[in-house]
């Protein structure tokens, strides 16, 4: 049974039941306690916590997940791997065991004939927690399970949580017995590698406010219901149904294994290290393209970091395996992007995006390597001068921090020199690092984290912040809650920093690429806080910063919200003229041209999008034109709720990281543009009166940034170009049309002065030649020159002059040395006749023994040798050097 088919099957059977299919959130967790989904559960979470109704109270999905703590391990086993998709059936609050554990044994006993996965009932073991004696008489008594197949165990194995405070509860599990060729008898508290887990179905009933370990945490009470949260592995799963040994050898899996083999030329199955490799690759490639396809780019820090360090693995083991050269990534991206597409069918479509942004980090790591081998090499040689046998920590760290080098790579380079990594070192600088960052973070708009609290403000605006801002700029609302440096108050007072939560409210919260409003909120005891920025750290909850200015702000009071309405404007002027710019991007560049970010503020954004080089400015220019001449035609801009796939459908641009929910809104620019957009924008095209794009860059692998302006920004801009046109002209002397040509002639000018200046100071030098050839000395029957050229004389002529003189004594054996310092170091050139070089007089040698009189070095060849030093003093040595060595010859 092919993978998609058990996503299929899955999905259906619980369809079939009342269940909502709910379709697979993006990658990018909408939580600010995780950076990517670790499990199927993770957007049904606020469903579980009461904060959201959820769209049915029974839901099923398949959802896809990253999780990398056991990276390291991935490939090592054949049990790792850091993409997988979680099969999961939800109820909130209907169902609860007696309903999760006989649906969950219908669908895998049920033969595949009639839709089920055909296990048959011997094979099935389950687990209970300790104490849980409803859930063993359930599948006892309800389903039949003989006892002796039904095993108790704590908490490390029977409860479930995130991992961090949020809900969690006991849970039950389904294993299957794989035969005796695979290990012990004795069930799944044997040995889980005969029984393997395939199903883990939680009673999710608590909510847990700390969370210190697997076994221990805090259980602060029970959710607003009993609810069911169960998740199948759908990779292992497949492979039982595939009656293959483990994840690798699946059919997507399996295929992109088997292509980076026949690339790289390896046999799988011959020696571990090559399995391992091929394992690592197959995973990480489809990991880093799903990554990828939801909108995450490589990046120094969090989500982009594990992005790079996916990827950079992957190149990695490509090239233990031989795979040197560039474009196997691409090949392999290729065949990942296929084997997913019939579930995913987004990623056929944006496969052009995906290859640029892997293509692009392909090529920055390779290059990487070239540089960090160069400095890895000489850390080697520093190491070894000194006599440590370990290379040093702050080394390590450096090639990692600024050349990308992973320390995996590292350690294995060093071993192959017989060198050891101080890698305590190491890890104690990458922890310190961390650590500022984190600071950094919290320091920053995170602000913050303790999500007990935040939950706990969403509760009391009554589960979500009402947005009113779409259509008011200012309303009334009640203050539902205060934090000061992070903790709930009731009151604070005049000067304090305070972070303030309303029930609804018309400011903006910094998302989508928009800034925050700002702007104030009058209490109804007359106090008045001022706001300069809005958060959103948890879905629903708009949290305002800002200081008291003046009373006291008490929770509970009703507040007057106002924004500042200019600032609002100017930056809902450049929301409409950044969705208009990228429309016209994706008209002259085509579809690959998807934005990757964005920032709107007052007057000025910026748009950034994938493209695999430089914009020409004839395309800049071309997109800036049409957007003006559009935008003057006044287009209605209008903004509307519909489904995602009428959305779709309507071919609106949904960019990385939309939720999929049921509910999108779009937002249209006349017939010219249509995206998905929570932000705020302008009435009518007209409004934003004039764009002017400021230029473009490379922000990264792969991803260009267009700056621009717009409104009375764009014009004062413009106008300020204009006077400096009119300053220049005048200066030049000349009318504004002509300044390019006029300009131009000058550099032209220049350059020959510049030109003639050279040719004069050479004739210069070389007048002197015939002087030097008629004044050379006789020595031991050798015509000997030996000169010291004024300071200043350049390399060039210097080597100039000694040929000179040398063709000026060519029927002699002649040894013409001239010496000088073209800017601070001494730099000889010595030209020796083919009757010197029968003599053994020899250039390259002569130079040598030159420049080292001048502390350094220097050769070539025979006739002609150049060299240099350190020390302009030794100069004259080096000449009575040389005219020594002439002598003795
Ligand atoms: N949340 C549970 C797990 O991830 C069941 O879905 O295993």
Redesign the pocket.
Known sequence: MESAEVARRFLNFFHERGHTVVPSASLIAEDPTLLLV????VPFKPYFLGQRTPPSPRMTSAQKCVRTPDIEEVGKTTRHATFFQ?L?NFSIGDYFKEGAIPLAWELLTRSEADGGFGFPEEKLWATVYTDDDEAQDIWHKQVGVPLDRIQRRGLEDNY?H?GVPGPGGP?SEIYYDRGPEYGREGGPIADEDRYLEVW???FMQSQLSEVRSKVDFDVRGDLPSKNI????GLERMAAILQGVDNIYETDTLWKILDRAAELTGTKYGRDHRSDVSLRVIADHVRSGMMMVADGIRPGNEGRGYVLRRILRRSIRNLRLLGGEEAGLMHELTSVAISTMGEQYDDLVRTAANIHTVIDAEEESFLSTLRTGTAIFDAAVEETRRSGRPLLGGEQAFKLHDTYGFPIDLTLEMAGEQGLRVDEDGFRRLMSEQRDRAKQDARDKKTGNLDVSVLDELLTRSGGKVDFIGYNDVLGEARLAGLLVNGANVQAAGEGTEVEVVLDRTPFYAEGGGQLADHGVIRLGNGAVVEIDDVQSPLAGLVVHRGRVRSGEAQVGDTAHAEIDVERRRAISRSHTATHMVHAGFRRALGESAAQAGSENSPGRFRFDFTASGAVPPSVLRDVEDEVNEVLVNDLDVRAFHTSIDQARAMGALALFGEKYGDEVRVVEVGDYSRELCGGTHVARSGQLGLIKVLGESSIGAGVRRVEALVGIDAFRFLARESVLVAQLAEQMKTRKEELPERISGVVARLREAEKDLEKLRSQQVLAIAGALADGAADVNGVAYVGHRAPDGTGADDLRKLAVDVRGRLTARPAVVMVAGVPKDRPVVVIAVTEGARERGLKAGGLVGLAAKTLGGGGGGKDDLAQGGGADAAAIGEALTAVERAVGAA
């Open positions: 670790p499990a199927g559960m979680m999961g479930w995130m849970c883990n179905l939680v949260d169960t998740g199948m």
